[in-house]
């Protein structure tokens, strides 16, 4: 059977959409084959910048016959009590093209119906491919699009050409302006001429004679294979972050690793400038000695011939050089500047509008950082350095190093170059370059506890103050990344354990934000409820990527929850005791039964317990198992946080509630009874609620 | 080829291909796309193709002319396709060859760079073309420009002809490069970029900045309500340029820049706007040409 290709030929698509373009072509291919009921083997995908393409192995070339049943009227329209057909069967056969002798009577369960069985003869691929191809196209999801020309067309970048073969047949489509056709493009430059495939099976041999491999993965393994190869050569070992590889992979057809070298002046410079001017500015390689520690070398991959080598690494030389002379330059330029100056600098940056200056952020930083040492005991040397590194912490938002959009993304790190630089204690230093991880979802933690404590007061400020203008994140709007930092303030307290109040840190904060214009005075009330349920969503988000189930976030977030850390670790205390105790059900069926009596009740607020109203003895004795059983609860939940001896007198609750329910009757008509019932129902649901709300739990 | 040649033969090339060749814009521009050749033609159904050299400012690039490829005035050629033809990166690829670039011997390679002026609006997909490695070229598809949709779609070629010229002299600093036979680029430039270095970041006076930015503002607006669409631009090209001009001063923080920006892209949309209605009240003359 013939192989089937599809081949979008495009202008240079951005590296990371490919990949995921070529999965989701192999899964609609698969599944509009099987829909068109046209068997085949596997489906192989490949890629290059240009080019997006799915081979599949022996499909049919039509359909296979088959055998289809339609319904009719139903019988007794169809057929007179005699037995003859109506105008309705005659139509129905006219419709469906058999005589009408040819219809038969089956019993559904709708009753009894008229049927045909129709033989459909299968149609040729070619005729029926087209419209599912087209369809691919259409409906492929790329995170950005774009049009051209004067087209309504939108695709991820220009398309230029469109090969479907069926083995040797052209399958036809249409898509913007373009016919499908055998013709398909080699290597711009080594390869101008069209490539004309006589059979889909000649795709891989026939784009490799062009000087294209078009098999991805085979590109990758030829580059990092000859990356590794050239470092060795000069006794080193090619640095291959996966993103890097991968970028690359998808920048040429024809991949050409060539080393280059550039002035050992510049290893002066720190690692993480020449790393970054080095990936990110040009997609190179760097090559690291023996020691780790970086070489004065570079690898570039170019898209050419062998014989193009020596002149593609002078042109490279000639381009690493000067980049690496900016960041020179940015250094020396921005180290003549005291830490002292620029602080006296960041009285003349805004913050965030109507918010102060950078000046008083560095002010408020100093608050938190200190509040936070508080809590979590530090001692002198390490409030000291937080103290230290909170002041410095934004003088590097001024260098011109930070200024160079494409170098930004070494904030913090540079501030702690500086800092160093600058004869600042290297703690302080490490601090300050420490103060904006994680950077990403899963990228590293502050390693050491003042990073860490600045870390978190430099998020919680800039929450605090996007909450407190009304600039909070809504939908895909989230410009400063709020999400990302609130997760990384939960990130890092978990990380260390670092408890403290979010309320209390949070009003703190606001109340050294600086007074807005009269019109926008917010309610610093509502800001902060606003943020707490921010802070709660986060908390949830994290809850479930650790496994635990949804009813039990929703259940711990339900109560009066303040620390962060203590929400989450009281959270998956729930979750191992839901997995371990056989009693879980049983009493959490206890637990609700309080609450579901009395949340519904207008029960007045200042109502409390007397005991002097107790009818039943058993009315007294829950009452004193309550008592008892709070005194253990606060105990073990104030301080230490042992969830699972206040899940255990949580417990001792369930006989004299279970025993209660039987005897005594809550909601009686006797008002002051009832009224006085509900109040120790209240007072049960809220010692249960310390630990959690159990009503959102899901038996 | 010296640096006035390789002007030459872009021109020659783009102008055997059908662009009218006009002359640069006569107000500062940061790069060739903000003159109203490219961001305003862009607007508006009516076909163009068009090129030209803008000498551009980016204040912040200054390096004292100590820097071998970093300017703060630099020469753009500028090309705008609308709407873009379907063999525009074969074209560009033969105005390389034209100036003498075998493409088989280099490595050229498209690299997504998805532009932006977020001070125009304006916004496109492509690519940076690099020249083994050095960025020759930003090649887009207008998106957007003064925040409105941009139908049909040019292509927008942008070619930075300093780093072009060494590269085919083969020369790794500007000061080394000929401008003709008997001049170096650093005889005519070294003098300007010191002294404009020096002005950029140092003794431009950041109160009379500020000041500047507001009247210009004011007077962009101003001219917007009185349909004077192609004056009132002056004034935001010159709001764009003192906003770049305090920022290479240092006096403007990342966090502040953005409600600047927004700023001079609500003049550019205004702009914009009234630069396509009036457009249309001629009846889109190109149009039927």
């Not at chain 1, 196209?137 to 087209?151: H, N, V």
């Not at chain 1, 083995?167 to 430059?189: D, F, K, M, N, Y």
């Not at chain 1, 050089?321 to 020179?328: F, V």
């Not at chain 1, 008083?360 to 005991?377: F, H, N, P, Y």
Request: charged share 25%.
């Amino acid at each position: 059977m013939p192989d089937l290709l599809f081949e979008i030929g495009t202008e240079e698509m951005p590296a990371n959409v490919v990949l995921p373009a070529l999965d989701q072509m192999a899964q609609m291919m698969g599944e509009g084959l099987d829909g068109l009921r046209l068997s085949h083997g596997e489906i192989a995908t490949y890629a290059t910048p240009r080019r997006l393409a799915v081979l599949v192995s022996d499909t049919a070339d039509r359909q296979p016959d088959r055998e289809v049943e339609y319904k009719g009227p139903p019988a007794e329209r169809a057929f007179t009590e005699d037995g003859d057909p109506t105008d309705a069967a005659f139509g129905f056969a006219k419709a469906r093209g058999v005589d009408v002798g040819h219809l038969a009577v089956k019993e559904t369960d709708n009753g009894v119906f008229v049927s045909v069985t129709v033989k459909e003869e299968g149609r040729p691929a070619v005729e029926v491919l087209p419209e599912m191809l087209t369809e691919i196209i259409a409906a492929l999801d790329f995170p950005k699009t774009m049009r051209w020309g004067s087209l309504d067309v939108r695709f991820i970048r220009p398309i230029r050409w469109l090969v479907a073969l069926l083995g040797s047949e052209v399958v036809p489509i249409q898509v913007a302006g373009l016919e499908s056709s055998r013709v398909t493009w080699g290597h711009r430059a080594l390869s101008p001429e069209p490539v004309e495939l006589q059979d889909a099976a000649d795709y891989l041999d026939a784009l490799e004679q062009a000087y294209v491999i078009a098999d991805h993965r085979l590109r990758r393994h030829t580059i990092i294979e000859q990356a590794q190869a050239i470092a060795a050569e000069v006794n080193g070992t090619a640095v291959l972050h996966d993103d890097i590889v991968n970028e690359n992979h998808f920048l040429v057809e024809w991949p050409l690793c060539i080393l280059g070298s550039f002035d050992q002046r510049y290893l002066e410079l720190p690692d993480e400038v020449i790393t970054t001017v080095m990936e990110k500015h040009q997609s190179y390689f760097p090559v690291a000695a023996e020691s780790g520690a970086l070489m004065a070398k570079f690898i570039v991959v170019a898209n050419v011939a062998q014989d193009a080598a020596d002149i593609v690494r002078a042109g490279n030389e000639n381009v690493i050089g000067p980049r690496l002379a900016d960041a020179e330059f940015y250094i020396q330029a921005d180290t003549k500047i005291t830490p002292e100056q620029s602080l006296d600098k960041l009285r003349r940056v805004t913050f965030l509008e109507n918010l102060g200056t950078l000046y008083d952020k560095t002010t408020r930083l100093q608050v938190l950082a200190k509040w936070l040492c508080e809590r979590i005991g530090a001692d002198e040397a390490e409030l000291a350095t937080t103290q230290r590194a909170a002041l410095l912490s934004k003088t590097d938002q001024i260098s011109q190093m930070i200024g160079d959009t494409k170098l930004a993304g070494l904030q913090g790190t540079i501030g702690g170059y500086y800092a160093l630089v600058a004869g600042e204690d290297r703690t302080v230093s490490q601090a300050i370059a420490e103060q904006y991880m994680p950077v990403a979802a899963d990228s590293a933690l502050p390693v050491t506890m003042a990073g860490a404590l600045l870390a978190v007061a430099d998020k919680i400020d800039n929450l605090a103050s996007s909450f407190f203008v009304g600039a909070e994140p809504s939908g895909t709007k989230d410009p400063m990344g709020l999400r990302r930092q609130a997760h990384g303030i939960i990130a890092i307290c978990m990380d260390r354990r670092l408890r403290f109040s979010l309320d209390d840190i949070v009003s703190l904060d606001m109340g050294l934000l600086p007074d807005l214009p009269e019109a926008q005075t917010p309610d610093i009330a509502k800001a902060t409820a606003r943020l707490n349920d921010f802070m709660a969503a986060r908390i949830e988000n994290f809850l479930q990527a650790a496994g635990v189930s949804y009813d039990i976030v929703r259940a711990v977030l339900a109560t009066c929850w303040d620390d962060a850390v203590e929400t989450i670790e009281r959270a998956e205390a729930l979750a191992g005791i839901r997995a371990e105790d056989g009693e879980f059900e049983a009493a959490v069926d206890t637990a609700t039964r309080p609450a579901n009596i009395v949340r519904p009740t207008d029960l007045p607020a200042d109502v409390q317990v007397d005991a002097e109203l107790f009818v039943e003895p058993i009315e007294q004795r829950l009452w004193d198992a309550h008592r008892e059983c709070a005194e253990h609860v606060v105990a073990a939940l104030s301080g230490r946080c042992d969830y699972l001896a206040a899940w255990e007198a949580l417990k001792s609750l369930r006989e004299p509630i279970d025993d209660y329910f039987i005897q005594v009757m809550v909601n009686v008509e006797d008002e002051q009874l009832r009224t006085n019932r509900l109040a120790v129902m209240r007072e049960l649901d809220r010692l249960y609620l310390r630990f959690a709300d159990f009503t959102q739990i899901v038996q | 080829m010296t640096y006035q040649q390789l002007i030459f033969r872009v021109d020659e090339f783009w102008a055997d291909y059908g662009c009218l060749i006009m002359q640069p814009y006569d107000c500062p521009v940061g790069a060739g796309t903000m003159c109203p050749a490219t961001i305003l033609w862009a607007l508006g159904p009516e076909p163009t193709q068009v090129a030209y050299v803008q000498p551009s400012r980016r204040p912040s690039d200054g390096r004292y002319g100590e820097n071998p490829n970093r300017f703060q005035k630099h020469m753009q050629f500028q090309v705008l396709l609308k709407p873009s033809p379907p063999d525009v990166q074969e074209t560009y690829l033969a105005s390389l060859e034209a100036i003498g670039l075998d493409l088989t011997a280099h490595d050229v390679k498209f690299v997504e760079d998805d532009w932006e002026a977020p001070t125009l609006g304006a916004a496109g997909l492509g690519w940076e073309v690099r020249l083994d490695g050095m960025e020759i070229t930003q090649f887009t598809y207008f998106q957007q420009a003064c925040s409105l949709p941009c139908k049909p779609v040019s292509a927008e070629l942008t070619y930075g002809l300093g780093r072009l010229a060494m590269h085919l002299q083969a020369v790794d600093d500007y000061r080394d490069l000929k401008y003709n036979d008997t001049i170096t680029c650093g005889e005519i430039k070294y003098e300007e970029e010191r002294q404009f270095s020096i002005y950029n970041f140092e003794a431009a006076d950041v109160e009379m900045l500020w000041q500047l930015f507001d009247l210009y503002e004011a007077e962009a607006l101003r001219l917007i309500e009185s349909t004077l669409p192609l004056p009132a631009y002056d004034f935001v090209l010159n709001c764009s340029h003192t906003f770049n001009l305090l920022e290479a001063r240092g006096a403007i923080s990342i966090t502040e820049r953005p409600g600047m920006i927004e700023r001079v892209r609500n003049l550019a949309r205004e702009v914009g706007k009234t630069y396509v209605r009036h457009r249309e009240e001629l009846g889109f003359p190109l149009l039927q040409s």
